[in-house]
């Protein structure tokens, strides 16, 4: 379980995140909505031990995370950022190996068990086939599976992700994350993400959290967050929400303000 | 490219290397034949002089030339790697400033005239003091990649307008000498230096080889990197130290010789890949072709005259990198 207590935090001298407290339960899928520059990432960088609070703290079973080791935190959150720059030509297995780094000895030489684990992985995200090709031969959606197979191999409880679904067409955007949900229910992780999409958020997340100008806004589940007052507000536009026939997830539509009658 | 492949590569390379070695061994102005070379070497029956040149004088040479040629390919291809910057290099910064400000001062203040020994112990000092200012300097920017390139480029320009200042201030023929220092040459470097370098140069370079896959996320960069637990700011510290000392080590030696520490890299890596862990042996071997054999030539093209090892590096290896460039990629 993740306890977020009075948690401010920022860079250099502008504060982004203003007292946040919330709580993480074990196998959450666990959504950050929020505009622009609300605070989602920083949020995200604080949990996974990337930047320190101005204040406040952060606890993983009860544990501060100023206390784990490099090694012992990479073994227990793992994170996906929100852009990775591979300008490097690695084949998808070099850069998947990268993942298992937590678990080698001094000089990083990849044993069997190594190797055992990231053939297991690719075969569980069926990406055997292209795992002697360049990294940058990848599309984006492609690119995107990899990089869940790097933090898959980390073998964390926790993985972090900072807006998987950016950049993808709606297929890859549920595929991907199809997969989280996945690793969600059947593997126990527990799953923290941001979101821009608000429908993705509604439809997979079990536990969503509002943040407005570094402050939650609301948390709770999808259908207590996602409700047009709060969203109008936030957002500063106009919204009509709904629940989905199929899934009884609530979504939201834009309206355009000419359309307003 | 398999396993298999690589190893048949680097098994080749090392031939070539022993290829090199004894042909540059062999060639020379007094006609001592290949055979007779290898005999000396050897310890088998030949007459005395031989021995001599073969054994005092042309294999200490050699064997620097390809000591200091590893060193230098090898630590290029480390610079390039944590600057995340391919045209870095060895001197990128401002190692190669700080030692020519050594040097120059060691000729120009006279005290290489007094001992050949304070050439390269000065040239060291000066290492030491530009490798310090950068990495103050970097220190301060959490060794950012750019902000390290930025500071050793702004040293190299402070430090060799310091010896152009020198230069002007000074009489010519010291100039001639400390000029032809600074192009780099393998004729007058001090004998006793070489067992130090043999020991440290090598451990050096195989530290280097096995730190390869932390070399790798170094050079992955990012936030990405900080998540694997691994200390990416003190490994850059680490690997920054200790490829500046090889480079130290080497240049305080021979010289500032110039190309072999950017393209050997570049044309390692255009053959075996960016794998870091493959790329530093690699890079080791061919520079340790390389060098030895660019010397041979700046002893034998305008012999008598000697020409600095410098200019034959970089206008071989220039040439045969725009080959590699006009060849197409293979897929």
């Not at chain 1, 929020?34 to 989602?40: D, E, I, L, M, R």
């Given at each position: 379980?993740?306890?977020?207590?009075?948690?401010?935090?920022?860079?250099?001298?502008?504060?982004?995140?203003?007292?946040?407290?919330?709580?993480?339960?074990?196998?959450?899928?666990?959504?950050?909505?929020?505009k622009n520059g609300a605070g989602k990432s920083t949020l995200l960088r604080v949990l996974c031990n990337l930047i320190k609070p101005y204040s406040g703290n952060v606890f993983i079973d009860g544990r501060n995370i100023n206390s784990f080791s490099r090694k012992e935190f990479a073994k227990t959150v793992s994170f996906l950022p929100q852009c990775i720059d591979t300008s490097l030509s690695f084949t998808v297995s070099e850069f998947i190996m990268f993942g298992r780094y937590p678990y080698m000895n001094i000089f990083k030489i990849p044993s069997d068990d190594d190797y055992a684990a990231i053939k297991k992985v690719m075969n569980f995200l069926c990406i055997k086939n292209f795992a002697e090709k360049n990294i940058n031969e990848l599309s984006g959606g492609e690119k995107q599976i990899v990089l869940i197979a790097q933090v898959l191999v980390q073998e964390t409880d926790i993985i972090v992700f900072d807006?998987?679904?950016?950049?993808?067409?709606?297929?890859?955007?549920?595929?991907?994350?199809?997969?989280?949900?996945?690793?969600?229910?059947?593997?126990?992780?527990?799953?923290?993400?941001?979101?821009?999409?608000?429908?993705?958020?509604?439809?997979?997340?079990?536990?969503?959290?509002?943040?407005?100008?570094?402050?939650?806004?609301?948390?709770?589940?999808?259908?207590?967050?996602?409700?047009?007052?709060?969203?109008?507000?936030?957002?500063?536009?106009?919204?009509?929400?709904?629940?989905?026939?199929?899934?009884?997830?609530?979504?939201?539509?834009?309206?355009?303000?000419?359309?307003?009658? | 490219?398999?396993?298999?492949?690589?190893?048949?590569?680097?098994?080749?390379?090392?031939?070539?290397?022993?290829?090199?070695?004894?042909?540059?061994?062999?060639?020379?102005?007094?006609?001592?034949?290949?055979?007779?070379?290898?005999?000396?070497?050897?310890?088998?029956?030949?007459?005395?002089?031989?021995?001599?040149?073969?054994?005092?004088?042309?294999?200490?040479?050699?064997?620097?030339?390809?000591?200091?040629?590893?060193?230098?390919?090898?630590?290029?291809?480390?610079?390039?790697?944590?600057?995340?910057?391919?045209?870095?290099?060895?001197?990128?910064?401002?190692?190669?400033?700080?030692?020519?400000?050594?040097?120059?001062?060691?000729?120009?203040?006279?005290?290489?005239?007094?001992?050949?020994?304070?050439?390269?112990?000065?040239?060291?000092?000066?290492?030491?003091?530009?490798?310090?200012?950068?990495?103050?300097?970097?220190?301060?920017?959490?060794?950012?990649?750019?902000?390290?390139?930025?500071?050793?480029?702004?040293?190299?320009?402070?430090?060799?307008?310091?010896?152009?200042?020198?230069?002007?201030?000074?009489?010519?023929?010291?100039?001639?000498?400390?000029?032809?220092?600074?192009?780099?040459?393998?004729?007058?470097?001090?004998?006793?230096?070489?067992?130090?370098?043999?020991?440290?140069?090598?451990?050096?370079?195989?530290?280097?080889?096995?730190?390869?896959?932390?070399?790798?996320?170094?050079?992955?960069?990012?936030?990405?990197?900080?998540?694997?637990?691994?200390?990416?700011?003190?490994?850059?510290?680490?690997?920054?130290?200790?490829?500046?000392?090889?480079?130290?080590?080497?240049?305080?030696?021979?010289?500032?010789?110039?190309?072999?520490?950017?393209?050997?890299?570049?044309?390692?890596?255009?053959?075996?890949?960016?794998?870091?862990?493959?790329?530093?042996?690699?890079?080791?071997?061919?520079?340790?072709?390389?060098?030895?054999?660019?010397?041979?030539?700046?002893?034998?093209?305008?012999?008598?005259?000697?020409?600095?090892?410098?200019?034959?590096?970089?206008?071989?290896?220039?040439?045969?990198?725009?080959?590699?460039?006009?060849?197409?990629?293979?897929?």
């Amino acid at each position: 379980m993740i306890r977020i207590e009075n948690l401010s935090a920022g860079y250099l001298n502008k504060e982004i995140l203003k007292k946040i407290s919330c709580d993480i339960d074990k196998k959450d899928f666990f959504g950050i909505i929020g505009k622009n520059g609300a605070g989602k990432s920083t949020l995200l960088r604080v949990l996974c031990n990337l930047i320190k609070p101005y204040s406040g703290n952060v606890f993983i079973d009860g544990r501060n995370i100023n206390s784990f080791s490099r090694k012992e935190f990479a073994k227990t959150v793992s994170f996906l950022p929100q852009c990775i720059d591979t300008s490097l030509s690695f084949t998808v297995s070099e850069f998947i190996m990268f993942g298992r780094y937590p678990y080698m000895n001094i000089f990083k030489i990849p044993s069997d068990d190594d190797y055992a684990a990231i053939k297991k992985v690719m075969n569980f995200l069926c990406i055997k086939n292209f795992a002697e090709k360049n990294i940058n031969e990848l599309s984006g959606g492609e690119k995107q599976i990899v990089l869940i197979a790097q933090v898959l191999v980390q073998e964390t409880d926790i993985i972090v992700f900072d807006e998987p679904t950016s950049h993808l067409d709606i297929g890859n955007q549920n595929d991907i994350l199809e997969i989280l949900k996945d690793l969600n229910e059947k593997r126990d992780k527990t799953i923290i993400l941001s979101l821009h999409d608000l429908n993705a958020a509604g439809e997979f997340c079990s536990k969503l959290i509002l943040i407005e100008n570094g402050s939650v806004c609301r948390q709770g589940t999808a259908e207590e967050v996602l409700n047009y007052r709060d969203i109008e507000r936030v957002y500063n536009t106009t919204v009509v929400v709904k629940t989905n026939p199929i899934s009884n997830r609530p979504y939201v539509i834009p309206v355009s303000k000419t359309g307003k009658r | 490219m398999s396993n298999k492949k690589f190893l048949f590569v680097y098994i080749l390379m090392l031939v070539s290397v022993f290829v090199v070695f004894l042909f540059s061994l062999a060639i020379g102005l007094d006609g001592i034949s290949f055979v007779d070379a290898v005999k000396a070497l050897f310890g088998g029956a030949v007459d005395e002089n031989v021995v001599v040149m073969i054994k005092q004088i042309r294999f200490p040479r050699i064997f620097m030339a390809c000591i200091v040629g590893a060193g230098l390919a090898v630590s290029g291809c480390v610079f390039q790697a944590i600057l995340k910057n391919p045209l870095a290099d060895p001197f990128t910064l401002g190692i190669s400033g700080g030692a020519s400000l050594g040097a120059v001062a060691a000729f120009i203040s006279g005290l290489a005239a007094i001992r050949s020994f304070f050439i390269p112990f000065c040239a060291f000092a000066g290492m030491i003091v530009s490798v310090s200012v950068v990495y103050l300097l970097s220190m301060r920017k959490r060794f950012n990649s750019n902000a390290m390139i930025l500071s050793g480029v702004v040293v190299s320009y402070i430090f060799s307008s310091a010896v152009m200042l020198m230069f002007a201030l000074s009489p010519e023929n010291s100039v001639q000498t400390a000029f032809l220092w600074l192009m780099g040459n393998f004729s007058s470097f001090d004998e006793r230096l070489l067992p130090f370098i043999t020991a440290v140069v090598p451990i050096c370079i195989i530290i280097l080889s096995l730190s390869g896959n932390i070399i790798n996320v170094v050079s992955l960069g990012g936030e990405k990197s900080k998540t694997f637990g691994i200390n990416i700011e003190r490994n850059i510290k680490f690997l920054f130290l200790t490829a500046s000392f090889v480079t130290a080590a080497t240049v305080s030696i021979c010289g500032v010789v110039g190309f072999v520490g950017l393209m050997i890299p570049h044309i390692m890596r255009k053959i075996m890949g960016t794998n870091n862990v493959i790329l530093i042996p690699a890079s080791a071997f061919a520079g340790a072709f390389f060098l030895p054999l660019c010397d041979t030539l700046s002893r034998m093209l305008f012999s008598p005259v000697l020409i600095p090892v410098g200019v034959i590096t970089s206008i071989i290896g220039g040439l045969f990198f725009i080959c590699l460039l006009l060849k197409p990629d293979r897929k």
